[in-house]
């Protein structure tokens, strides 16, 4: 298989606007079984471990991997799956969640730029900077907090899209490679997930009132996804 082909499907150019019905949440690239890939994700990993080797020597760019997905798609599996063969001295996992009181009263990219790894390190969020123009838009939370009230207006979520991008351009001549990701997951998988967290003991945890709360913004968190691509 052409992996590189195989990402070039999936990966979003700069300026198109997508569509997230046009994407296949259930494409397994030809893969039926979760035991078929097993062997592909021993050799990536493999290689990850051996760039991440030649990143640490180096110690002049770092990796910032970025997940973004809906709650049941599988985002802390990935990443557990992905890091599995590297070194763990050398890479740093963030999880956002929502802000606490000091980071309100901070500008929204504060706690990311915290968060930023070092030269030689990989960086992974679970999250990120992209819940600004995802949750907050859906909720509608900007009026709500602490931002200036005249900069509360109609052009606002564009206005954050060029700050990311400007964010993010800033990132690549600093030498902070951002890789951004997004895990699909139907509307219908989603609840199969979600039901197979209440009936197994062991994942109960991972289940939440909010959960089935926020499935009822479906469709607004599409529109939010596809104008954040």
């Keep these: ?44 990993v493999a290689r990850i471990a051996e760039l991440q080797d030649k ?23 990935v990443i557990r799956h992905v890091l599995s063969g590297v070194n763990p001295t ?13 980071e309100l009263d901070h500008d929204y990219l504060w706690r990311i730029v915290r968060a930023l790894p070092e030269r030689g390190r990989i960086g992974i969020f679970n999250r990120s900077h992209y819940e600004e123009v995802l949750v907050v838009r859906v909720h509608n939370l900007v009026p709500g907090s602490q931002v200036p009230a005249e900069f509360v207006k109609g052009n ?25 990701f997004f895990l699909n997951v139907s509307k219908e998988e989603q609840k199969k997930r979600f039901l197979e967290r209440i009936k197994d003991p062991a994942k109960n945890w991972k289940f939440s009132a909010g959960d089935v709360r926020e ?15």
């Excluded at 499935?215 to 691509?229: G, I, K, Q, V």
Aim: hydrophobic fraction near 40%.
């Design 1 to 44: 298989m052409d992996l590189a082909k195989l990402a070039d499907e999936f990966r979003v150019p700069p300026n198109r606007k997508i569509k997230m019905k046009d994407y296949d949440a259930g494409f397994t690239a030809g893969y039926e079984k979760p035991e078929d890939p097993e062997e592909l994700l021993a050799e990536g």
């Design 90 to 102: 050398g890479v740093q996992v963030f999880s956002f969640k929502v802000p606490n009181a000091e």
């Design 55 to 77: 990143l640490y020597a180096e110690n002049r760019q770092s990796l910032l991997v970025i997940f973004q997905a809906l709650d049941g798609a599988g985002k802390d599996s």
């Design 156 to 180: 606002i979520w564009e206005e954050r899209f060029e700050d990311i991008k400007n964010f993010e351009t800033y990132l690549r001549r600093n030498g902070i490679i951002p890789l951004k």
């Design 215 to 229: 499935r009822a913004h479906w469709n607004d968190y599409m529109a939010a996804y596809e104008d954040a691509m």
